[in-house]
């Protein structure tokens, strides 16, 4: 029996990986394309049959293409086998050149085995030769930037139990028992695997990929959004789904407590947004989710001398840590949170929190460095070098070190009127040629001794030419000089920035965050906490243990609420409204700030896939560009999409042809401090920073960007770090 080769392209995207599923991929277009017998290229009439069937594919990025590559039964197996590779092949590279990505086509050489007519008439053997074209629309839920992807995390459990899932950013999924059914319906049992990710931030939304317009009466709004997450499951492999009336709850800390946002569904078939609830956040429920770290990290407020005299120290300390132990008791009292949980995971909670700073700041660190090197490497390409010599007393001859434009001083001779010196320097700084009069210079030249000023030189046999290369090569150095200084001072200020985050690292470096120091620090949180408590006591509870009276407090928290209520009106709140409006005036305490404003969204979902708490916004007075662009080489780049960043938007504009909008034409708000991020059919992304952005004319709209590739991004910190 004839084997069957089976040829698969692959094309790579450095750091990404894709996953499609039956359910997310939708048919689009099937071609057929035919080949004259033993060849492999595509004629005029089949290209132009191709060209026209996919000219109203215009987002080709969001496409995946199938090819099935066959041949008639002349010629051996063998090398139909390889002439059917070859089809495929041209098939592809037809595709490639028309904007599709090449990691996304895959085909299958099936040579003469799979005739669709007769191989005994020519007619017949017209109808097999040919490649069949499936381009299907998939969603690619992973991105890259730099070789950087975020990734989800799993949970596995018994599909028969009910499951609840603590995410580390404070999610709480409730999934309900037997609540998963296969493709056709059936009751899944054994273990499920659940995919959970969030994304909060416009780093994730650009690695997540995901789309944030909304499409509403064919006018086009951005996303802001409150949150965004994509929970999906298999079993065995194999996709799963919700089944009937089997809801998944999620108790979810919203980003950002914005009004009138609505709940939304990504359609992953049509790739658009759909609405599922509106206004969401009138039934946001003003829960505390305590974070007990916060009140750990958070330092004491800096005391302003005006509001606080020196004798009053003591007592200003004391109204803090009370006004601390009091607002994290009552905001335990009202969260649905276990103090006695928070306890045991608070370890997890501490490390990250120091581990990140530490990565940012040796990230900044590393960046000043890159920046101090380019620098150094710049400053030795402005420094020209060359040789001085003289072939007499009067003759002064140059001779360049490099390959670089001096070259032309070596046909020049320079006649010393009035110097008797003589000069023989192997090594010299070309400073600068200053014109003084018609054929008579002075040039200034920096050797070991320092500078020196060559006085009253003149072009021997000058000519026009000559009078020319004079002046380009003098205004040549002198901007040189220009970029020189400039560099030494860029230097001296990434020296200063070293020095700065260095010292900052070694302050990190000294605060302790193993798994015993964070159970040490957050047992003195505890500590504090319950000796604080202890006054407020009944006589039954004084006779508890620790552990015991904390469970306790957990059982009876509208009880403890009313204590505190108590506690608070009795004759301390003066102090507690004093330490308030310091907290207010100097903003130190960040984090009981956030954990006290913290909102949770109440959400139920009835099947699996991309959800968002988003609200819909229209840019601020935008401005339409039109674009070209280039590397730092000069060198043309064709983005397929781009993505602005708007610092008043929680969210990314994603331009990429869709709604009259393109990478060589779109909108961006130039009221706003503006990041672009471009990509390539490659899957290279580019950078025009926020600092070029801002420097756009915006009397003109037809712009150049002039694109930075990003390289080797390791984690979201040095992203965000770019983008910022």
Aim: proline share 2%; glycine share 4%.
């Amino acid at each position: 029996m004839k084997s069957i080769l089976r040829v698969t392209l692959l094309f790579l995207w450095i750091g990404t990986t894709c996953s499609f599923s039956q359910n997310n991929s939708q048919l689009v277009k099937e071609i057929t394309i035919y080949f004259e017998s033993a060849s492999s290229v595509i004629s005029k009439a089949e290209a132009i049959k191709m060209e026209e069937a996919i000219q109203s594919l215009t987002d080709s990025h969001l496409y995946s293409i199938e090819l099935s590559a066959h041949t008639d039964s002349e010629g051996s197996s063998t090398y139909n086998d390889n002439l059917s590779a070859q089809r495929a092949k041209s098939v592809a590279d037809f595709l490639v050149n028309n904007g599709f990505f090449s990691r996304k086509i895959s085909f299958v050489a099936q040579g003469e085995h799979q005739p669709i007519a007769e191989n005994e008439t020519d007619s017949g053997k017209a109808q097999n030769r040919r490649v069949t074209v499936k381009i299907q629309k998939k969603f690619d839920d992973k991105l890259s930037v730099g070789g950087f992807t975020i990734e989800e995390k799993y949970y596995t459990f018994s599909a028969e139990n009910q499951q609840k899932i603590e995410h580390p950013s404070g999610t709480v999924i409730d999934i309900p028992e037997n609540a998963f059914v296969d493709k056709n319906g059936n009751p899944i049992t054994g273990d499920v695997r659940v995919s959970y990710i969030e994304y909060r931030d416009p780093v994730d939304f650009i690695l997540g990929n995901i789309p944030m317009d909304y499409h509403q009466d064919g006018e086009k709004f951005v996303f802001n959004s409150g949150g965004m997450f994509k929970i999906k499951a298999t079993h065995q492999g194999e996709e799963v789904f919700l089944g009937k009336d089997k809801n998944i709850n999620l108790d979810f800390p919203l980003t950002e407590n914005l009004p009138d946002l609505n709940f939304y569904f990504f359609d992953e078939k049509t790739n658009q947004w759909i609405e599922k609830e509106k206004n969401i956040s009138e039934k946001t429920e003003k829960t505390t989710w305590v974070n007990l770290a916060q009140f750990y990290q958070a330092q004491p407020i800096e005391r302003d001398s005006i509001l606080v005299a020196n004798r009053d120290y003591n007592l200003d300390r004391a109204c803090f840590q009370m006004n601390q132990n009091l607002k994290m008791g009552k905001l335990f009292a009202v969260s649905t949170d276990s103090l006695y949980t928070k306890i045991n995971l608070i370890e997890r909670q501490m490390e990250p929190y120091n581990l990140t700073r530490k990565k940012t700041v040796e990230y900044q660190i590393s960046t000043a460095k890159k920046a101090k090197k380019t620098h150094l490497i710049h400053l030795k390409s402005y420094d020209v070098k060359c040789k001085l010599s003289t072939n007499d007393d009067a003759t002064i001859k140059f001779v360049s070190k490099t390959n670089s434009y001096l070259g032309k001083l070596n046909d020049i001779n320079w006649i010393a009127n009035k110097s008797s010196e003589k000069y023989n320097l192997k090594s010299v700084s070309l400073i600068g040629i200053k014109k003084l009069d018609d054929n008579l210079y002075t040039i200034t030249i920096k050797d070991s001794l320092g500078v020196q000023h060559l006085d009253s030189l003149r072009v021997a046999n000058l000519d026009d030419q000559k009078k020319m290369v004079v002046a380009n090569i003098s205004n040549q150095i002198n901007n040189r000089q220009i970029q020189f200084k400039k560099r030494e001072e860029s230097i001296k200020k990434q020296d200063l920035i070293l020095a700065k985050k260095n010292k900052e690292l070694s302050r990190i470096k000294k605060v302790r965050y193993t798994t015993r120091d964070s159970i040490m620090r957050i047992d003195a949180v505890v500590e504090r906490f319950w000796s604080f408590n202890i006054p407020l006591m009944t006589p039954e509870e004084k006779k508890m243990k620790k552990e015991e009276w904390i469970d306790f407090f957990d059982q009876n928290k509208e009880l403890m609420l009313q204590r505190y209520d108590e506690f608070e009106n009795k004759g301390i709140q003066q102090c507690l409204d004093r330490v308030k409006e310091m907290e207010r005036s100097r903003r130190n305490s960040v984090a009981i700030y956030n954990a006290e404003s913290a909102v949770r969204q109440k959400l139920s979902i009835s099947s699996l896939g991309i959800f968002n708490c988003d609200q819909i916004e229209r840019l601020k007075e935008p401005l339409i560009v039109d674009a070209e662009y280039s590397d730092q080489q000069n060198n043309k780049i064709i983005p397929i999409f781009i993505y602005i960043v708007d610092d008043n938007i929680n969210g990314i504009l994603k331009y990429d042809g869709n709604m009259g909008y393109s990478p060589n034409h779109f909108a961006y708000s130039p009221k706003s401090k503006t990041t672009l991020l471009a990509f390539d059919a490659v899957g290279n992304a580019y950078i025009y920073s926020k600092e070029k952005m801002k420097q756009l004319d915006t009397n003109k709209t037809r712009h150049l960007f002039v694109l930075e590739k990003i390289n080797d991004i390791s984690n979201k910190d040095e992203l965000a770090a770019l983008l910022n």
